[in-house]
């Protein structure tokens, strides 16, 4: 079983960067496809990106397109999300996931998930 650990949230003005980190432990994180999402209060968890195994690969919703990058790096047992010119709008608890069979953007085809890591943006 895996275990994953998300870091690098915090607060944020508009037009900054943050990097989040989603480190695993039991289990290699090569095995798994993994992802972003995110969950504002009152609404459901959205997909924000993802990324294949070899980390060829990768999907992003049309929010973040262009301003989000997603990586990984499986000698590290870690995945990261460079996420630029932040807007209230990404304002959100930020879950990493790991998926063996996952579809990639829907929540519910991943097997683990972090506990979250708060990203707040001010206007």
């Known amino acids: 079983q895996a275990q994953l650990i998300e870091s690098g949230g915090g607060l944020a003005q508009t037009g900054e960067s943050l990097r989040l980190s989603c480190t695993a432990s039991g289990r290699a994180l090569s095995e798994y496809i993994l992802g972003w999402f995110r969950q504002a209060p009152g609404k459901e968890r959205e997909f924000v990106s993802a990324?294949?195994?070899?980390?060829?690969?990768?999907y992003y919703a049309d929010a973040v397109k262009g301003r989000f990058t997603i990586s990984r790096d499986n000698a590290k047992n870690t995945m990261y999300l460079q996420m630029n010119f932040l807007t209230p709008k990404d304002t959100a608890v930020y879950y990493c996931g790991a998926g063996e069979f996952s579809d990639y953007v829907t929540w519910r085809t991943y097997d683990y998930w972090g506990q979250g890591t708060q990203v707040t943006v001010s206007s």
């Open positions: 990324i294949g195994r070899t980390g060829e690969t990768t």
